[in-house]
């Protein structure tokens, strides 16, 4: 059984940074693409980050490039999102998700989430100005 399971949330103000993390279990972590979207409540699951099975390919939603580096870690079966710079609007709960992606160069794909089949509980980020 798959699990994913976020940590590295809080409280923090603006301008300030955060590391999210998201374990892993129930299979093979390194062959799977892994994305983080956020969600507030009423509101359209977002997507943020993704990174492909390997690393080598990462990709980011517009609102958060050059403030948010996805990265991860095979070998602890975890993936990671470091948040800076960050801001009020920034507020939300982060989702990571779980992938058997193949055409990884294909963003749309990366960013779609209904390419991911396992997700997470989620940890909230909530930021004040």
């Known amino acids: 059984q798959v699990q994913l399971v976020e940590s590295g949330g809080g409280l923090v103000q603006a301008g300030g940074s955060l590391r999210l993390s998201c374990a892993a279990s129930?299979?093979?972590?390194?062959?799977?693409?892994m994305g983080w979207f956020r969600q507030a409540p009423g509101k359209e699951r977002e997507f943020v980050a993704a990174i492909n099975w390997s690393g080598g390919n990462t990709y980011y939603a517009d609102s958060v490039k050059g403030r948010f580096t996805t990265s991860r870690d095979n070998a602890k079966n975890t993936v990671y999102l470091q948040i800076n710079s960050l801001k009020p609007e920034d507020t939300d709960v982060y989702c990571c998700?779980?992938?058997?992606?193949?055409?990884?160069?294909?963003?749309?794909?990366?960013?779609?989430?209904?390419?991911?089949?396992?997700w997470g509980q989620g940890t909230q980020v909530t930021v004040t100005s």
């Open positions: 998700a779980e992938a058997l992606i193949y055409d990884y160069s294909n963003s749309d794909t990366m960013a779609a989430p209904n390419s991911y089949d396992y």
């Open positions: 129930g299979r093979t972590f390194s062959s799977y693409a």
